[in-house]
């Protein structure tokens, strides 16, 4: 495999070829995909509960801070590309959205969720990704990590493009393109000792568990939501 950036990373690309998004296009996106693997009793989801998957402060880089406003101007535009669609619940007050990413794009749930994950977390290697996959999709090796991130490149356009290996680093990282470029590597310093990857694989558990605990508030937040329309029908 070649250190190189894929050949079909071509940043020149067309809005022609690939409709490109802007951050708070990809983060709703992803939100979407999201919280549709983890939180299903609440998807299709309301602006009330997307905004706070966008905000959210756990399992997202960069944490982003929009409105409901900005988040319902964002869904107008996504609905306009045919990525987004409102859904009108029978009994329900409020508008609810669900995403169209498996049919705009001809994805299988394990592709969504490598996807998702780089638009939620940005750069990341193969590995990062299998850890971070959680319910997204349950990965039984990195080599499927690597088939997923494979055809995501192989796409055309690619969604997803493999970048150079950073000195000292033996895994290559991966970027997702839907911005139309490649964003510049973080100044991250990755870990190479034994006692380093012990730290990281600690970091990685406590990040599940946090991404869990972000789960379980944000449902209970729908719920509580679901109580106060409930609650109005008697006032």
Known sequence: MSDDVSSTAAPQQSSDDLSLLDAGEIRVLAVLAEKEALTPDSYPMSLNA???GCNQLTSRDPVMSVSE?????????????????????AGARVSKYQHRLRVKWSLEQDKLAVLTILMLRGIQTA????T??????????IADVEAGLQFLMDKYPPLVARLPRT????ESRYAAL?????????????????GGS??????DRLTQLEDEVSSLRQQVAELTEQFQQFKKQFE
């Open 127 to 130: 590995g990062e990704i299998r």
């Open 132 to 141: 971070r996959s959680g319910r997204l999709h349950e990965f039984s090796s």
């Open 50 to 52: 997307l905004t706070n």
């Open 167 to 170: 000195p000292g680093t033996k």
């Open 198 to 203: 012990v730290h990281l694989n600690r970091q």
């Open 178 to 194: 839907l911005s139309g470029e490649v964003f510049p590597e973080s100044n991250e310093v990755v870990a190479s000792s034994i």
């Open 69 to 89: 406003t900005e988040v319902q101007a964002i869904l107008q535009r996504l609905m306009e590309g045919k990525f987004v669609t409102e859904v009108h619940q």
